[in-house]
């Protein structure tokens, strides 16, 4: 691969190379192996079930595992699409200047996210606008737009008294040559102390102060107002005004021709929007926000690239841009290059990730296989978009209703112009999408609560290609929530949004691998049918524990040759999955953790998420996008630094985990008796096997459950009801026993 390696391409002005990743043929050969063990199970299954179960017990139980190995067999062969052409990309940004000049860079409009200023700290949203306004981009190039969700004066107030801080900020920044341009992680880094640092410090400190005074109050102390200009603002937050019924607020704080920092240099642009809210018209949660922000955004600035961030992800490394421009402004690729990806990288893991938030595979190796065939998939934050990719496919462009919206109209005025507040005002009322296009055709699309994935995926099949990077520092970093239940929470709300796209018309097994092909088609597939994982999961985690129990023998005896072929699958699916994770330094611990987390959140988060799913579609739940928090209470922050689980509350979610862990001990301690008593260790011995792994993976609950006392223990009321439920189950499958024979 590496065609642009060849000598035809003078290596001064490269910009990007591409390799494909060197373990990618032994992936082959093993897929093909394993190809094959697995047809050899199913045919085994579908044997069994039609010549050897003659009760209605042995069909149950021959046909609950043929369809727990079938889903498993389906979810195997979705991730194929990720190890075939897995390829990996660098970039040289120290070349861009010599294909394009500085001057020519394109204008950048960066798109920041927030919903609820309890839940996402304004002081962390603002160190993420700060760290991109620092930018290593020429700043009359670059809008920051902060879109309030919350519509909070509290957000308000820190972006006013950030605008400020910017003045300072900024230059203190280039003039020192910082990499870590979001204050917070300068000053946890080891800055050199001198007195320029020290004033910035405490410049810092008295804002952070300030505004974390008012967000403990509630609201906006008068003394912190400053100006007439300011004080008109806050006046729009009225009586009537709530989160979920205000008018729309758009405030310029920082206007590039007009601001200059404290060395006489312009400063970005700097926007503080939230929509209209209204409680009769749908605002369609993020993707509602992020049209809004294309709209207003198109209004004031109508930059050609738009970067998505989320509020907590802030940057890392500021030449980010550069890295993304060595893709968006190569003539070859530009087109149909729809994004340039940079992946979700966090931080503040324990040390063993002990619930696997990373996301290695979603967030890197995934990406990378993607990377080989049409691109990968957006994933909601990091995300530098080609503007003109939301108003239709590259041959086929769609009008936006306003002229003036679309991404070839340039805006003359100044953005602080009255003409450019109405018409920023005008478009971003609650009502404005009515009758248009906005959502399905235009911009985000809205029917999903994972609105970057089905985003991402529409605009593949509408015909963008996209680009990972991956670059060696990480271009932002994000926080992570650190209780199991947001957590659980978290990935509950991914797999509804993931179900809503995998039963739409729009199902990526049927009209993706039409629009797109095969394999970009089954990538897709394997996240919209995510939560499927839950039905082998609850089947292995209770089917062959409760046989076990009643002494029933439902997997090949250890001297029967079938049983080498249990052993390849799942030895073959583990060692290939621990050598992927370790190929992307990941370490032997971390990976535990990622398995223990899989089987957990299928368990809960998947199952939940499935029934959530059902309900929604028909029409008696309604589950809304809920926010995940951001928010580190002291206590709760230094259990998870040492690596403790935080049960806490009681979450229904934590129920069938809790049934898995009782029921397991159950029957491994039966089993190893029986083992004894029965001399049946030969035919037992897979299920024994099971159960012991089972058992290994719930230590941390069994822990939660006897051993602790402190506030994040497993609450009571949940063991209760699991072990009054797995009685149910045990006694439910005794009387089913005995009616069979
Ligand atoms: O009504 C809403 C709800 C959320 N958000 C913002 O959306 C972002 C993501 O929300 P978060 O609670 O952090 O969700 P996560 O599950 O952590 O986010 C992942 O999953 C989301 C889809 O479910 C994607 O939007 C995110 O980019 C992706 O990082 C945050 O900046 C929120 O402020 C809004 O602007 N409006
Ligand atoms: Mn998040």
Redesign the pocket.
Known sequence: MGASRESSTPISTELHREELMRHTSFNRVFSALYTCAISCLLYRHINTLLVHSNTSLSIFLSLSLFIADLVLAFCWAFSLSFRLYPTRTHVFPNNLEKVIKRSEFPRLDVFI????PYK?PPMGVVNTALSVMAYDYPTEKLSIYV?D?GGSQLTLLAFTEAARFAGHWLPFCVKNNLVDRSPEAFLKSNHPCDSEAQNIKLMYESLKSRVESCVERGKVVDEYITSEQERQAFQKWTQDFTRQDHPTVIQVLLENRRDKDITGHFLPNLIYLSRQKSRASP?H??AG?LNTLLRVSATMTNAPIVLTL???MFSNDPQTPLRALCYLSDPKLGPTLGWVQFP?IFHGLNKNDIYACEFKRLFISNPIGMNGLLGTSY???GCFFNRRAFFGGPSSFVKPELAQLGPDHIVDEPIGSQGILEAAHAVAGCDYEEGTKWGSKVGFKYGS????YYTGYRLMCEGWRSKFCHPERPAFLGDIPISLSDVLN?TK??SV?LLEVAFCKYSPITFGIQSMGLLPGLAYAHYAFWAIWAIPICIYAFLPQLALLHKVSIFPKVSDPWFLLYVFLFVGAYVQDYIEFTLAQGTFERWWSDQRMWLIRGLSSYLFGFTEYILKSWGISTQG?N??SKVVDDEQGKKYDQGVFEFGVPSPLFVPLTMTAILNFWALTAGIVGAFVDANLDGHFVQILLSGFGVLNCLPIYEAMVLRSDKGKLPTKITLISTFLVGILCSVSAAVLKLSY
């Not at 609560?449 to 970057?452: A, F, N, P, T």
């Open positions: 996210c927030t919903a609820d996402e879109s969700d605002h949660f993020k926000a989320d509020c907590d979700q994933v909601g934050t609560l994972v609105e970057d978290q709300r991914w949004g996008f926010v995940t």
